[in-house]
């Protein structure tokens, strides 16, 4: 809990940071355990505490928290814990088998109606909680899992579609994103960037972000922002089409959206690209920004994305005030 309470502390000390996406999911041994195909959830486990100490933190430092229900990574877990469960062979069956899907709603279930240890507020009611995200980057396949001939963007829509929807049925005070990365868009007319990049733009990956935000019990849009690792040819410029063409498909739909994670590893490069996308962002009158990741001092940098107090007041504080005009209309 230091860390959890080390990284509000931080926040604390930074203006207009009203929102955090977490993790709700540890899929590991801990957490969930299996007897065959019969799901337990160890209530008990101090993941579950953290959530319950986060939650309180949030509500006394008036920040809403978004709250991701599962992975389609292996970190930590993620959805091929329940497919193998039930033998499944492809990371899609996740998206398709009713065993599996009944599995994963147990989960969601169970934590939407968890009474808060400290607090005493059921997650479902909790005013700290702004919404709950059905998945962290959903695609076809997963970190070491393939996907089946029959995985198309119908597969994952209908699975967003069949999610939201249990969802609404245990809470209705919420609301409910995708979580995913926005991929399968249409390109931005007559733009200068590299709208042939298939992987981004395309739908092999099984997400078409305008069906999926049109559904009905998807409340706001989501997608992640990564040139340098999408293989994109220019930071800035390419980054301020992912924008636009987000904000022309959540404007055609009358829904919100959000750029939930974006990053650079280079970090010579930050100042200027990240600038760049808060002004397309606002601009475009964005739902809200949120990079990739925020850490108190005592949270090693993993990955090369982390930002530390130092790096927020350089680099995202100059911005955040336009934003949360833009999040509060």
């Known amino acids: 809990m ?6 509000f502390n931080m926040l604390a000390n930074h203006s207009n940071f009203d929102l955090i996406r977490t993790m709700a999911f ?3 041994g801990q957490v969930l355990s299996w007897s065959g195909t019969t799901l337990s959830i160890n209530g008990n486990a101090a993941f579950f505490t953290n959530i319950d100490y986060t939650i309180s933190l949030a509500a006394k430092q008036g920040i809403k928290l978004i709250y991701v229900l599962t992975n389609n990574w292996s970190d930590f877990g ?4 329940y497919t193998k469960a039930f033998n499944g062979t492809y990371h899609d069956t996740f998206f398709t088998d009713p065993d599996v899907k009944a599995a994963f709603k147990q989960y969601i279930n169970f934590l939407l109606n968890r009474v808060n240890s ?7 009611d909790d005013p700290a909680i702004f919404g709950w995200e059905i998945a962290n980057e959903a695609r076809c396949y997963g970190t070491s899992t393939t996907q089946s001939a029959n995985c198309t963007t119908a597969t994952i829509t209908a699975w967003y579609d069949e999610i939201s929807k249990f969802i609404k049925t245990v809470d209705t005070k ?3 994103g995708t979580g995913d990365e926005g991929f399968g868009i249409a390109s931005v007319p007559n733009s200068h960037s590299d709208n042939s990049n298939s992987y981004i733009y395309g739908t092999a990956t ?3 972000f305008t069906n999926n935000l049109a559904l009905p019990e998807i409340d706001f849009g989501t997608a992640h922002l990564y ?3 999408w293989g994109m040819a220019n930071n800035t410029l390419d980054g301020n089409d992912w924008i636009n063409a987000h904000a022309n498909a959540a404007k055609s739909i ?3 959206w959000i750029l939930e994670e974006f990053g650079l590893q280079d970090q010579s490069q930050r100042a200027s690209v990240y600038g760049a996308w808060y002004n397309t962002g606002i601009a475009a009158e964005i739902g809200g920004m949120a990079f990739w990741m925020a850490a108190g001092a005592s949270y090693a940098d993993y990955d090369g994305y982390t930002l530390y107090s130092a790096d927020i007041t350089a680099l995202v504080d100059p911005y955040s005030a336009e934003i949360a005009k833009l999040a509060s209309c």
């Open 2 to 7: 230091a860390l959890i309470l080390e990284e």
């Open 26 to 28: 540890c899929e590991t």
């Open 78 to 81: 993620g959805m091929d814990i």
């Open 118 to 124: 400290i607090t005493g507020v059921a997650y479902k």
């Open 174 to 176: 919420h609301l409910v």
């Open 206 to 208: 099984g997400l078409n």
């Open 227 to 229: 040139p340098a690792s």
């Open 254 to 256: 009358g829904k919100p």
